[in-house]
């Protein structure tokens, strides 16, 4: 992580001479020779990162550079501190100033006299870049040019860990790929198999490899190992070698010292007419794809080509080119997981009853990855079956057990190549994981708003940060390093989570690195200096002396009030993150105003109710997040803080179906905060009306708002503004009462980008410009109450795929025609008073998956047509008349109990006083003669048919 730490150095030292240098300019040549000596080692850093576990020598370097890059970082800090005061006016600040004006003569001088010193330590330490220099150039150059000592050449021998009688659930794998493999078209496939490490692609690709179907039906097969990076020309060399021994020709001479291109020229001759299988096994970037597959000739005799690649970028790229295939592996099921697992522990034997509960909390921590289940099954397998200390032992101590068990050596290795071979920004970015607590899902929104904080996105030309930073995320996820834990209706990530061994291996070298440290446990060891503390338990103790001076990131999950105000109270100047989740903090502490590198401040589930005005003086913030606080006003000055990006407020208050209410009151001036890029929820009900909404024109970098309690006068000037809002994302709109009329007739050009609307609140029509959102995905509109059918006009937007209608339309019939909503998944109906019937016509909605209908009291039967619906997974039934649900019941005798008979899963709910009782009719298990009743939901909210409605 030197590489990261000093490169981030670089831009700031960069950012210092351009804007603060003129403060102490006697420096300026200290601070460009410090920074032109840290440039000239950077290329090395990379290579440093990779020795650093095995080298003490590279450690030891690496780890005094590390500190020389946090210790200048907090020099310029510190200073930049003491010039970031308001002094205010009048004598009190002339005297402030003053007064100021010789402590910054002192700081000035104390930080020249900190900079010459960091420079010539730093000079020091390039005298040790040169002694080292041979070590960075074998690790760079040497055999298959990976960064560490021989990870190419023992990257194959440690993939098959398996004896053949340990394979569990790798029959109907193989037998899939091998008949890929025979069988299509006579052109070249290539076929990807890929997963995070651990899976097995390797196990299953060698399987199929000496199969003896595929040994009869390829003339060749040649077998490649990939590393982190490879020497193509090697990778070339042993390509070649392999062909010549199976078609028995002499090796040419000369051929071993060939260069690229002819190396590739002879290849592809002797592959000409014959039909090849070529495995690239760990291949881990498109680039090393690029320069092998030339090499492979399109000779039309049904050769094919297997990828095993972490890379879901790589395996979908290389698939295409080819008009191939993508198998994507999968961890094992529990059944399976255990089948392995108990073969490894107890040597195919059941596992002992008084072990079982210790054995299953182990192998759920595996999460069904076969290299963890093997390793720790064999850990395990050198236990004394009647000794249950040693198995708890085990039990509590994995997370450690993974550094220094030498039995999990190899489990370490092949999950830390992932994270070894990722560019030194995504490095950052990934081990900041290890700051949530375990078994925590990360919200994606959330995480990169932190990581914008923490200064990770590099600047792109054209992209705001928030899209380089989705860039990140979705590298990380396509590199198999995190995974999905939840997705919006729409298809975009929601949540994303981490495999817990990978978690264990990213949170040691978190704290090795001196990246942050998380305490959980009541016998944390408290470190010296800290940069990032993530406090996820109530520590009783904490040392007095405790320095958090050079803390720059503070999160505390599950803090008790006495241990929280203590910290709170800790001087904490150089803060970049404060991020209290859920804490009970009722006040807005008074200190936190007096942080001015504050950029990220979130109170979000707290109990805090009021704001206090001098958090004006925080000019570096950029997210304030104050979500379901008590706060519903915010400082008149609050568009002092011009660097907001994103201002989320609005109390925890929601009303039935998630339909907010309340959240904070309109603020003359806000037009002012140019940078903001999403705004929810502010109140427009004000005597100021018409100007705060003309000011949400001036907001143009906004792809979220969210208003609520807009009037029909402010229809135009709304209007207005929106078609200025060209970036726009997401708009949610509410009057100020269920009749009010939303009047957005006036908007010629609605923004061209918008993917999600919420509107609710009468309508009269719908916006004439609507059905030209061709962009829009989810649409949920409230108490419309239109006269005429709505589908006219939404049955035609080319990517809708959820809709949600509540009290939207008086008419008696609603008809989905035939080639209407084409993409549609969702569609929840709610509060048609007048509807009596529904027809869906063949080949209207081809993708439904779910289907809520809700209150329409005077609806007694299915949809027409509803056996149209085959993809139909889901049919919610609430609230609604009993004729209509005595016909879902087992044995009815109607139509309508055969027309959804294809849907597996059908829920009938009615409103309690204590809830929802919901009624569970599954037809899988229906035809089998048993019926699931579930029992009440325990709330009071509506059930919807999708996920959560929020912009």
């Known amino acids: 992580?030197?590489?990261?730490?000093?490169?981030?150095?670089?831009?700031?030292?960069?950012?210092?001479?351009?804007?603060?240098?003129?403060?102490?300019?006697?420096?300026?040549?200290?601070?460009?020779?410090?920074?032109?000596?840290?440039?000239?080692?950077?290329?090395?850093?990379?290579?440093?990162?990779?020795?650093?576990?095995?080298?003490?020598?590279?450690?030891?370097?690496?780890?005094?550079?590390?500190?020389?890059?946090?210790?200048?970082?907090?020099?310029?800090?510190?200073?930049?501190?003491?010039?970031?005061?308001?002094?205010?006016?009048?004598?009190?600040?002339?005297f402030c100033r003053i007064s100021c004006c010789v402590k910054n003569t002192k700081a000035r001088y104390r930080t020249i006299s900190q900079i010459q010193n960091i420079n010539s330590r730093i000079k020091s330490l390039c005298d040790g870049h040169q002694r080292l220099r041979h070590k960075f150039s074998k690790a760079e150059h040497g055999p298959g040019s990976n960064y560490s000592d021989n990870t190419w050449h023992e990257h194959r021998g440690n993939a098959f860990f398996l004896d053949k009688n340990e394979l569990v659930g790798i029959e109907e794998q193989k037998q899939q790929l091998v008949a890929w493999l025979v069988e299509g078209t006579s052109g070249p496939q290539v076929i990807s198999v890929v997963g995070m490490g651990g899976l097995g692609k390797t196990t299953l690709v060698n399987e199929v490899d000496q199969d003896p179907e595929v040994k009869k039906h390829f003339r060749v097969c040649a077998w490649i190992n990939f590393s982190g990076s490879p020497n193509i020309g090697e990778l070339l060399q042993d390509i070649h070698q392999q062909i010549v021994r199976v078609i028995k020709q002499p090796i040419p001479c000369g051929a071993d010292t060939m260069n690229i291109y002819w190396l590739t020229m002879l290849i592809k001759d002797l592959l000409r007419g014959v039909r090849y299988l070529v495995v690239l096994d760990g291949t881990w970037r498109i680039d090393e794809w690029d320069a092998v597959k030339h090499a492979l000739p399109n000779n039309m005799c049904g050769s094919r080509i297997i990828i095993t690649t972490r890379n879901y970028d790589?395996?979908?790229?290389?698939?295409?080119?080819?008009?191939?295939?993508?198998?994507?592996?999968?961890?094992?099921?529990?059944?399976?997981?255990?089948?392995?697992?108990?073969?490894?522990?107890?040597?195919?034997?059941?596992?002992?009853?008084?072990?079982?509960?210790?054995?299953?909390?182990?192998?759920?921590?595996?999460?069904?990855?076969?290299?963890?289940?093997?390793?720790?099954?064999?850990?395990?397998?050198?236990?004394?079956?009647?000794?249950?200390?040693?198995?708890?032992?085990?039990?509590?101590?994995?997370?450690?057990?993974?550094?220094?068990?030498?039995?999990?050596?190899?489990?370490?290795?092949?999950?830390?190549?992932?994270?070894?071979?990722?560019?030194?920004?995504?490095?950052s970015c990934f081990l900041y994981l290890s700051l949530f607590p375990e078994g925590c899902p990360i919200k994606r929104k959330r995480l990169i708003r932190l990581w914008i904080a923490e200064g990770f996105v590099e600047k792109k030309e054209g992209k705001t940060h928030e899209e380089v930073d989705e860039d990140y995320f979705m590298e990380l996820l396509n590199r198999n390093l995190i995974e999905v834990a939840a997705r919006r209706t729409y298809g975009a990530v929601k949540y994303c989570r981490i495999h817990d061994f990978l978690r264990d291996i990213v949170t040691s070298k978190s704290t090795n690195q001196g990246f942050a440290e998380i305490a959980k446990e009541e016998k944390f060891e408290q470190p010296d200096k800290v940069r990032r503390l993530s406090l996820q338990k109530t520590l009783r103790a904490l040392q007095q002396n405790w320095s958090l001076s050079q803390l720059r990131s503070l999160y505390m999950f599950g803090m008790e009030r006495p241990f929280m105000n203590k910290v709170l109270a800790s001087d904490m100047k150089l803060l970049n993150v404060l991020d209290i989740l859920a804490a009970p903090l009722k006040r807005f502490p008074a200190q936190v105003a007096d942080w001015c590198h504050l950029r990220y401040l979130s109170f979000r589930g707290t109990e805090v109710s009021t704001v206090p005005t001098s958090i004006v003086k925080l000019k570096n913030l950029e997210t304030l997040d104050l979500k379901h606080t008590n706060v519903t006003e915010l400082p008149v000055d609050i568009w002092k803080l011009q660097r907001l990006r994103h201002l989320l407020v609005y109390p925890y208050k929601l009303m039935p179906y998630l339909s907010f209410k309340v959240g904070f009151k309109a603020l003359q001036g806000i037009g002012a905060l140019q940078s903001l890029q999403k705004l929810c929820y502010i109140e427009a009900d004000?005597?100021?009306?018409?100007?705060?909404?003309?000011?949400?024109?001036?907001?143009?970098?906004?792809?979220?708002?969210?208003?609520?309690?807009?009037?029909?006068?402010?229809?135009?000037?709304?209007?207005?503004?929106?078609?200025?809002?060209?970036?726009?994302?997401?708009?949610?709109i509410a009057s100020v009462d269920e009749d009010e009329i939303i009047d957005l007739q006036h908007l010629s050009s609605p923004p061209p980008f918008l993917e999600r609307m919420y509107l609710e609140g009468s309508l009269g029509a719908l916006p004439k410009w609507l059905p030209s959102l061709s962009s829009l995905m989810r649409l949920h509109l409230r108490y419309s109450r239109l006269k005429d059918d709505p589908f006219v006009s939404l049955e035609n937007l080319p990517n809708l795929v959820h809709l949600e209608l509540r009290q939207v339309y008086e008419g008696s019939s609603l008809c989905f025609k035939a080639k209407g909503f084409k993409k549609l998944n969702i569609l929840g109906l709610d509060l048609f008073d007048k509807l009596r019937c529904i027809e869906v016509e063949k080949g209207a909605m081809p993708f439904l998956q779910k289907l809520a209908i809700r209150r329409c009291k005077l609806l007694e039967n299915l949809p027409s047509g509803v056996e149209n619906l085959t993809k139909l997974k889901v049919l919610k039934i609430f609230d609604m008349p009993d004729k209509l649900v005595k016909k879902l019941v087992q044995g009815a005798q109607d139509d309508d109990y055969h027309k959804v008979a294809h849907i597996p899963e059908i829920r009938c709910g009615y409103q309690r006083d204590e809830g929802w009782d919901i009624q569970l009719i599954d037809r899988s298990v229906q035809r089998d003669g048993a019926t699931t009743q579930g029992t009440s939901m325990g709330s009071n909210e509506f059930p919807p048919c999708g996920s959560e409605c929020t912009t």
């Not at 192998?363 to 009647?386: N, Q, R």
């Open 1 to 94: 992580m030197a590489e990261a730490a000093v490169n981030f150095l670089i831009g700031k030292l960069t950012n210092f001479l351009d804007n603060e240098v003129q403060f102490f300019g006697d420096a300026e040549d200290e601070v460009r020779s410090a920074r032109g000596q840290l440039e000239g080692i950077s290329a090395s850093l990379r290579v440093a990162d990779s020795l650093e576990e095995s080298d003490e020598e590279v450690r030891e370097w690496v780890k005094q550079l590390r500190e020389i890059a946090y210790v200048t970082e907090d020099a310029l800090d510190e200073f930049k501190l003491l010039s970031a005061h308001d002094h205010g006016v009048g004598f009190a600040g002339l």
């Open 314 to 427: 790589l395996a979908h790229t290389s698939s295409r080119e080819f008009k191939g295939k993508v198998y994507k592996m999968e961890p094992l099921p529990v059944g399976q997981s255990w089948r392995l697992f108990c073969t490894k522990t107890f040597q195919g034997s059941s596992c002992p009853s008084h072990l079982e509960e210790t054995c299953e909390f182990i192998l759920k921590k595996c999460e069904g990855l076969p290299l963890a289940i093997v390793a720790i099954g064999g850990v395990l397998a050198t236990k004394d079956k009647h000794r249950m200390d040693e198995w708890e032992l085990v039990r509590h101590s994995l997370d450690t057990e993974i550094d220094c068990n030498d039995r999990l050596k190899n489990l370490k290795r092949v999950l830390s190549l992932s994270f070894d071979d990722l560019p030194y920004y995504l490095k």
């Open 686 to 732: 004000d005597a100021n009306n018409c100007s705060v909404m003309r000011e949400f024109g001036m907001l143009t970098q906004l792809d979220r708002l969210a208003i609520l309690k807009v009037k029909k006068e402010d229809g135009r000037d709304l209007c207005s503004s929106i078609s200025k809002l060209t970036r726009l994302r997401a708009i949610s």
